[in-house]
């Protein structure tokens, strides 16, 4: 592995924490943040069980500023207070601004950085390298990188071998196009144990058979502890039991979550926060032009998590 410190810190369960606001005037709701990275860590999720990504997709980063950004990220560091590594959602459309989050990601103390191929534009590989290149040349911090081929170039095998020779690249946040290639398979298997794969196929059993050792899922901010119980069926290679669990849980929420997308609005992690609210934590809706579900959807999400078997529902 590029950097064993490192890379034995990036293990377990991606938590894709939901950034908070108040609902009044939309601004950010850092304390209520910080209570969910609590009830995280009180579930069971800590350093060798999982990360935390603060400022992510699901963090509502596209609706923040540069200073929002950062301040969401050290509200998460301070309230992890060490007990697991936070990694600060550092995507960007510009060069000069992902390296000003990096810098700014090193100064407050997060462990890691989430970068991705810069998106709006068509860009070739390699400005994607160099993109990375400069990052990487910017600070001593590890990077994930995340293959974002949704909304923006899908990083080739050639880009990711040349990816992995910077010292601080520690781990593939995965997922591809499922053409039938076996393309997600490929890249696992190849570099599993160069650096930490981190599953975002949601392929489980499968991409821990061939290396993968973090694994990305929004059930976590709400049931951190089907995320412990998840990592000791994968560490026992019950993956039957795994697949199961996939099914009855992971399932149906992206089930709802895709239903969401097509007949009402876009965007990501508003049903994190509407399922959070449902088992009585801190939620919020999400930034405009993301429009808020909580009512809309409300018992349709509490019967889903009443099925899967969440504790706690209301």
């Not at 965007?267 to 959070?276: A, I, S």
Request: glycine letters at 8%.
């Amino acid at each position: 592995m590029n950097n064993p410190t490192l890379d034995s810190h990036l293990l377990g369960c991606y938590v894709t924490i939901p950034t908070m606001f108040r609902d009044d005037d939309l601004e950010l709701d850092l304390p209520a943040l910080q209570r969910v990275v609590r009830f995280v860590i009180d579930g069971g999720i800590t350093t060798g069980t999982g990360v935390i990504l603060a400022g992510g997709a699901a963090g509502d980063f596209p609706t923040m500023t540069f200073d929002e950004r950062v301040a969401t990220a050290q509200a998460a560091v301070e309230a992890a207070a060490g007990r697991i590594p936070v990694v600060m959602g550092a995507q960007s459309t510009s060069t000069r601004e992902a390296i000003q989050l990096a810098k700014a990601a090193q100064r407050i103390g997060a462990q890691f950085i989430q970068v991705s191929c810069p998106y709006y534009f068509t860009h070739t590989q390699e400005d994607f390298y160099e993109y990375v290149k400069a990052i990487s040349e910017s600070v001593n911090i590890g990077l994930i990188i995340y293959n974002t081929f949704w909304t923006s170039a899908e990083m080739s095998f050639k880009t990711a071998e040349k990816l992995v020779e910077f010292p601080n690249v520690v781990g593939f946040k995965w997922a591809t196009r499922d053409t039938g290639g076996m393309e997600f398979a490929r890249m696992v298997r190849h570099f599993a144990d160069r650096l930490c794969l981190i599953d975002n196929q949601v392929q489980f059993a499968t991409s821990h058979m061939m290396g993968a050792r973090g694994f990305e899922s929004h059930i976590y901010n709400f049931w951190p502890q089907w995320g412990v119980q998840l990592m000791k069926l994968l560490n026992e290679r019950k993956y039957e039991q795994v697949q199961a669990t996939m099914v009855k849980v992971v399932m149906p929420f992206y089930t709802l979550w895709s239903q969401i997308e097509q007949e009402y609005t876009g965007g990501d992690g508003y049903l994190d926060k509407l399922c959070m609210e449902l088992v009585g934590l801190d939620s919020s809706r999400c930034r405009p032009p993301t429009r808020d579900i909580r009512r809309r959807y409300r018992e349709q999400a509490r019967q889903m998590l009443i099925q899967a078997g969440v504790p706690g529902v209301r």
